[in-house]
């Protein structure tokens, strides 16, 4: 097993060269093992000294002010044979020493902790998060919403194929309650062309899911928790293309490459499309257009393309004196996506689309030693002009067969299928983090983090020009400031503080109506609106390993999530007011988590983790209906307090590292506590209710298992299998109406399997998948269908390599 | 992703938006009488103002209804009765809200039946014995058409539809909002409009505040037949709430207008003789005069010459927002009198529409109204002789009523 996941990556050995100051002796290199991997955690040791390093996650060493003399350099790591190398040191010496270690079999079998990933280090920490390390998966067709679905308190629900508007849910927190981040940047700032529903699996590296409680360095105004997508690998060289075609007409392919010479100077590329016809069939009652009379048939979808095109590319230097990391870049992308249906599948649209592009420059700066001795900084900047549109221009109903009619009996009168638009706006989002950390005493670190984002929305109709309700001011300032304090004592114990500050600044508008008193003539005219808070929140976290292999982490939260851009100003698409007096929505949360790692005997190993919460949340945003001159609109307000308690458990087995088999389970006790609703003074029937129209109990289960050497000593042949399980739930909310009438998302089975061929040591890897094996009716929302039984194969090259 | 995770949620609020819905004691045609059982359907909106439950009962002047475990979940958000049965459609985003149909089956007990596909409707009205026309209305002038959805309710399905372009027929410049639908004999809807000007920002500003119009149209075709209008009120009746028109016994129709802000009349009641299509401009019945500055809000007709009024509490308050609180009285406009009903609470008027039902007694009307200090909702019921409220049944866990009905197994 470790094998194929580690072979993915090939056998090079990097000569990298660790920038070195003049005037010191230095020796610092790279520790692989024979398939190029590093060595992470190997201790290189200066023979008769007392000094020596360890490599940190890329492998990287670096021992500094050796003295003068001839030594033995050892470098020791469990699970491979001890190396040892003679040197000489003159002073002044800069000396680059790289080791490819040679695997111990016999002390592989022995061995129980092995060098840690970034994501075991991660989970080890106080927080509670879920690393998921994508080497293991970078094979599969499977894309990042799909593995966050296989992640235990976690469910992404689709809409429909690929592309689709999806909504997920993290231990009963949803939508905005929980923020998303590509590489410690908020994701909601690059609209629809770079979101998780399009991103490759391939330009991930991990992906951090912190569940409640969310790191200072991640400046986030979440409730509910944060995901995290690392890409970018510190690798050097290497090209990893890939392409996959499936059922409907999918089509999928990425290019991820990077090229570093000796000098330090850097080309990043990351480059993919998606293109997908979603016509995958569906079980719906088809409307005779003229007669109204429903039938039920099985029909293909017929208006759900999707495709997206989107480069990131970055140009810049690395392991310079004045910058580690200095990146100048520019992402561009565009999606178009055709709507077939509303939220309902009775909402059927034969020409509605929406469409967006992304054109966002964007900086990056990394400083290690800034000043100091581990004193590093970090910004990242960007700028998105990039636009959204929704176009919906033909005054037509269609029905399931595609069939339509003109809603009007002049075929010259204008409308839509829902309500024609062609509003066209550009949010002009701008973000600045930066992280500011110092390392100190061993033991000590401080992280100082500012997140500041920037909305400023302009759009226009060219359907209603003179709209001026349009031409008014839309502008948010936020500013997420955190400041955090950590402790290591040791392997077994940390322990960080920390302390946010969420500020955010709103200019919007408000309308009035103005009589004439003479003529009574009426006229509407706006003014500027401001509206700015404040709030402060607050938490801790600690990780203790209490005996060997039991770790125990545990964690606290005062949090905040502050009003998104629609909720305050409003979406005339879709008849939402503004309300500019939204208060943010606070939650504290409590996270207990349990770790536990055991072998039995040699070959069998045992990971048994669970994680328990107790939120408390206060003035949830939720829409309300409210009547506007008689016709009703939606607006949101502050109401509802919500009270969580979950618990989420996983257990993975493994065997002689070539069969896995694994199972999570998440239940989550999601329970209104609003006792009187609205200025109600009777305790409401749904007090204590479950929250309606969001899974309660879910789990996976997969097994993966791993031929070495089929056809050849470095091919792998490994088959996986994965099942997903939604409990039923409810619609709306379960003490109301007589319980045969409910409205319910039935219980869901989904069965997935695939193959994955690996030649050439990860080289060439050839993946088959079948997903929905058995051709279940899959429903994520309420009556939307998702796709049925589907077939792709995925074809990728993947090499890393030297500077040439 | 925010923006469209907000998209998801908010659509599948929408299904509310739009309007209220119709009940059919706006027809004018007598109710059929009730031979044999009968049961009283509610359509109770869950506290969330989301999920709707239709309720039966076979009392409403004592005890209480929970929604606790009971009631039928439905979609249906705008419902009328015809051919003995509750049709119930849902609104607002969706471009296509199916319409369900409902019956009492031979034990009393309410089961669903058909669901046809119609288009997204703001009112409904029961036409005939036999048929029902739902309205589809613009308020928006680039897409300035309304549509008309005739149904056939004893074999469920459409039978027609028409629709128009309503900035043609303002023909000033703005647009025609037609806030309702009215049968009027049995081969006419008369439907009143108002003027706006239908652009985002300014939906609902007009320079014709101080007009009433109404188009009539011909049933079942739904052809214009004539379009009048009368310069001595303001518009007539409120959008989608399926009152302010009614043709009285003696075939008389009266229209009643609230005069909102940005008009400069009275909030007055006008006259249309039986037999004729013009206003009758010996016939104006000032209720601000009459009642000491107080303002129509919603009317139910009951027999004679005598309306159950809900009016404005605030005489200086622009009655422009619905959510005004509101008291009951009631109003004839043959004696051109306002009598304030006894024990009436003051109230906030419901959302979009007031269902009410008028017991063939033609001397008890039912009426749903929400407690502004305990927030429960009541059916209370007035005698309309002694001009009387008396509360009935506690609706538990409903934030509002979109139907009072009665039907027969």
């Known amino acids: 097993m470790k094998i194929l996941l580690t072979g993915i990556f090939c056998a090079f050995s990097f000569l990298g060269i660790a920038q070195i100051n003049s005037g010191k002796t230095i020796i610092a290199g790279i520790i692989k093992d024979k398939k190029g991997d590093p060595v992470i955690g190997a201790s290189v040791i200066i023979s008769k000294t007392k000094i020596g390093a360890a490599t940190d996650p890329n492998g990287y060493y670096i021992i500094k002010n050796t003295p003068k003399g001839t030594y033995e350099v050892v470098v020791k790591s469990l699970g491979f044979k001890t190396q040892t190398n003679s040197i000489s040191i003159q002073n002044g010496n800069q000396l680059s020493l790289n080791f490819i270690l040679e695997e111990d079999p016999k002390a592989l079998n022995e061995v129980i902790v092995q060098g840690k990933t970034t994501a075991r280090k991660i989970q080890e920490s106080g927080f509670n998060v879920n690393a998921i390390e994508i080497k293991k998966l970078i094979n599969t067709t499977t894309d990042i919403n799909q593995l966050l679905n296989r992640t235990s308190g976690m469910r992404i629900r689709e809409s429909g194929g690929l592309g689709s508007v999806f909504n997920f849910s993290m231990n009963g927190f949803t939508g905005n309650q929980v923020k998303f981040f590509l590489d410690g940047i908020p994701m909601d700032n690059f609209g629809t062309s770079l979101q998780i529903n399009n991103i490759p699996i391939n330009m991930a590296d991990r992906i951090e899911i912190y569940k409640g409680v969310v790191p200072v360095w991640l400046g986030a105004d979440a409730l509910g928790g944060a995901v995290n997508i690392v890409t970018n690998p510190n690798k050097k060289n290497y090209l990893d293309v890939s392409y996959s075609y499936g059922s409907f007409n999918t089509h999928r392919t990425a290019i991820n490459t990077g090229y570093t010479s000796k000098s330090g100077f850097t080309v990043q590329l990351n480059a993919f499309h998606n293109y997908s016809d979603n016509n995958y069939k569906v079980d719906v009652d088809v409307a005779n257009l003229t007669t109204g009379v429903y039938t039920s048939m099985r029909v293909r979808r017929f208006h759900d393309k999707y495709r997206n095109e989107t480069i990131i590319t970055s140009i810049g230097v690395t392991e310079k004196r004045y910058a580690d990391k200095l990146l100048l870049g520019i992402t561009l992308g565009q999606n178009k996506a055709d709507i077939q249906t509303g939220n309902r599948m009775f909402d059927v649209y034969g020409t509605r689309k929406r469409n967006g592009d992304i054109v966002m420059p964007s900086l990056k700066y990394l400083k290690n030693n800034l000043f100091a001795e581990n004193l590093k900084l970090s910004v990242s900047a960007n700028y998105n002009f990039g636009y959204e549109q929704l176009v919906d221009t033909l005054f037509r109903q269609y029905n399931w067969l595609g069939e339509y009619r003109n809603k009007s009996t002049n075929p010259n009168i204008l409308g839509g299928e829902l309500r024609r638009t062609l509003y066209k706006y550009k949010n002009n989002n701008a973000s600045l983090v930066t992280n500011l950390s110092y390392k100190f005493a061993e033991k000590h670190s401080l992280v100082l983090n500012n997140t500041f984002t920037s909305f400023n929305r302009k759009g226009k109709d060219e359907l209603d020009p003179e709209n001026e309700q349009n031409k008014q001011a839309r502008k948010n300032f936020k500013n997420v400031f955190g400041l955090g304090y950590q402790y290591n004592l040791n392997e077994r114990f940390n322990a960080s503080v920390f302390l946010k500050n969420y500020n955010q600044s709103t200019t919007g508008y408000q309308t009035h109506t103005w009589q004439d008193e003479i003529t009574y003539i009426e006229s509407t005219y706006y003014t500027r609106l401001k509206n700015s808070m404040n709030n402060t929140g607050y938490g801790a976290a600690t990780s203790y390993l209490l005996v060997n292999n039991l770790r125990i982490k545990a964690s606290y939260e005062k949090t905040y999530r502050l009003p998104e851009n629609t909720e305050l100003f409003g979406s005339p698409i879709i008849d939402l007011l503004p309300n500019f007096d939204l208060s943010p929505e606070s939650s504290s949360n409590y996270n207990l988590g349990l770790v536990y790692q055991f072998p039995l005997g040699k070959m069998h190993k045992f990971h048994i983790e669970s994680n328990m919460i107790y939120r408390n949340s206060k003035d949830f945003i939720r829409p309300t209906l409210t009547s506007y001159s008689g016709v009703s609109m939606l607006q949101m307000v502050n109401q509802r307090n919500v009270r969580t308690i979950g618990i989420d458990g996983e257990t993975r087995y493994t065997y002689n590292d070539a069969l896995t088999v694994g199972m999570n389970v998440s239940w989550q006790n999601i329970r209104n506590v609003t006792k009187y609703e609205d200025n109600s003074s009777t305790v409401s029937l749904i007090y204590k209710d479950r929250i309606p129209n969001m899974p309660y109990l879910y789990g996976n289960a997969n097994a993966q298992y791993s031929l070495k050497g089929v056809g050849n000593a470095n091919n792998i042949l490994s088959i996986g299998y994965n099942l997903t399980y939604v409990h039923e739930y409810y619609l709306n909310w379960p003490s109301l109406g007589a319980s045969n009438t409910k409205l319910i998302i039935p219980r869901q089975c989904q069965h997935d399997a695939n193959a994955v061929y690996s030649l050439k040591n990860g080289t060439y890897n050839i993946t088959l998948e079948c997903r929905n094996l058995f051709d279940a009716k899959i429903y994520d929302n309420f009556s939307l269908q998702k796709p049925g039984r589907s077939f792709s194969i995925k074809l990728r090259y993947f090499i890393a390599g030297n500077h040439k | ?409």
């Open chain 2, 1 to 409: 992703m925010n923006r469209f995770n907000f998209f998801l949620l908010a659509g599948l609020f929408l299904g509310l938006a739009m309007t209220g819905c119709s009940d059919d004691d706006d027809n004018p045609i007598p109710d059929p009488e009730l031979i044999g059982n009968s049961k009283y359907i509610l359509a109770a909106v869950g506290s969330d103002q989301l999920s709707v439950y239709l309720l039966t009962a076979d009392d409403l002047s004592t005890g209480s209804l929970s929604l606790a475990g009971n009631g039928i979940e439905a979609e249906g958000f705008t419902f009328v009765t015809q051919n003995n049965t509750l049709f119930g459609s849902v609104f607002g985003g969706y471009s296509q809200g199916p319409t369900t149909a409902y019956n009492l089956d031979a034990n009393g007990k309410l089961v669903k039946g058909i669901t046809l596909n119609t288009p997204s409707c703001n009112f409904a009205v029961p036409v005939n014995k036999d048929a029902i026309v739902q309205g589809s209305v613009s308020y928006f002038v680039s897409s300035p058409t309304s549509s008309f959805t005739v149904l056939n309710a004893v074999n469920p399905q459409i039978t027609s539809t028409a629709s128009y372009d309503m900035f043609q027929m303002a023909g000033n410049g703005e647009m025609a909002y037609i806030n309702g639908l009215f049968s009027i004999g049995s081969d006419e809807l008369w439907a009143p409009y108002r003027c706006i000007k239908g652009v985002t920002g300014n939906q609902w500003g007009s320079d014709y505040m101080d007009s009433a119009w109404v188009a009539i149209f011909k049933y079942p075709d739904m052809t214009v037949k004539k379009i009048i209008r009368d310069n001595r009120t303001s518009f007539i009746g409120e959008g989608g709430s399926q009152q302010g028109l009614e043709k009285i016994d003696n075939g008389d129709i009266y229209a009643f207008s609230t005069a909102r802000q940005g008009s400069t009349k009275p909030s007055s009641v006008t006259r249309i003789k039986s037999g004729t299509e013009v206003f009758d401009q010996s016939y104006l019945f000032d209720i601000e005069a009459t009642s000491g500055g107080y303002k129509y809000a919603r009317v139910t007709y009951v027999e004679g010459t005598r309306f159950l009024s809900e009016m404005y509490t605030d005489a200086s308050i622009a009655p422009g927002a619905v959510s005004g609180l509101a008291k009951l009285a009631i109003i004839d406009v043959d004696k051109k009198t306002v009598t304030w009903v006894v024990n009436s609470p003051t109230y906030a008027l419901s959302l979009f529409i007031t269902p009410t039902y008028v017991e063939s007694d033609k001397e008890t009307i039912n009426i749903p109204i929400t407690d502004a200090s305990t927030g429960v909702v009541s059916i209370y019921r007035v005698n309309i002789s002694t001009a009387t409220a008396t509360k009935g049944v506690d609706i538990t866990g409903a934030s509002g009523i979109y139907a009072i009905e009665k039907m027969t197994y």
